[in-house]
Nanobody
Framework: QVQLQESGPGLVKPAQTLSLTCTVS??????????WSWIRRPPGKGLEWMGA???????YISPSLKSRTSISRDTSKNQFTLQLNSVTPEDTAVYYC??????????????WGQGTQVTVSS
């Protein structure tokens, strides 16, 4: 059974770079059966799909975030990482990683991490 766990800072200052890591167990992030995804939920708002990486390392990024978002991975550690540059308070959210069958917001059949709260504040 696959498990995903997000890790990273809970507090980031405006204009800094947010880096979050998802550690995966029970499956390999090099499998091309799934999209290794990042999603977030700002307070009081719905889920927002941020981007995903395929098993071969190709990345898809939401057009609204493309200018300041990247996804990378460390296959030796079975981890993939989200980097979000120039954060503002509007980036405050609960951030999730997930293993998804399709691009976009993962569904009930997909596997999610528990989420990690990130607050952008000076």
């Amino acid at each position: 059974q696959v498990q995903l766990q997000e890790s990273g800072p809970g507090l980031v200052k405006p204009a800094q770079t947010l880096s979050l890591t998802c550690t995966v167990s029970g499956d390999s992030i090099t499998t091309n059966l799934y999209y290794w995804s990042w999603i977030r939920r700002p307070p009081g708002k719905g889920l927002e799909w941020m981007g995903a990486m395929t098993g071969s390392g190709f990345t898809y990024i939401s057009p609204s975030l493309k200018s300041r978002t990247s996804i990378s991975r460390d296959t030796s550690k079975n981890q993939f990482t989200l980097q979000l540059n120039s954060v503002t308070p509007e980036d405050t959210a609960v951030y999730y990683c997930a293993r998804a069958e399709n691009l976009g917001i993962p569904g009930d059949r997909d596997s999610w991490g528990q989420g990690t709260q990130v607050t952008v504040s000076s």
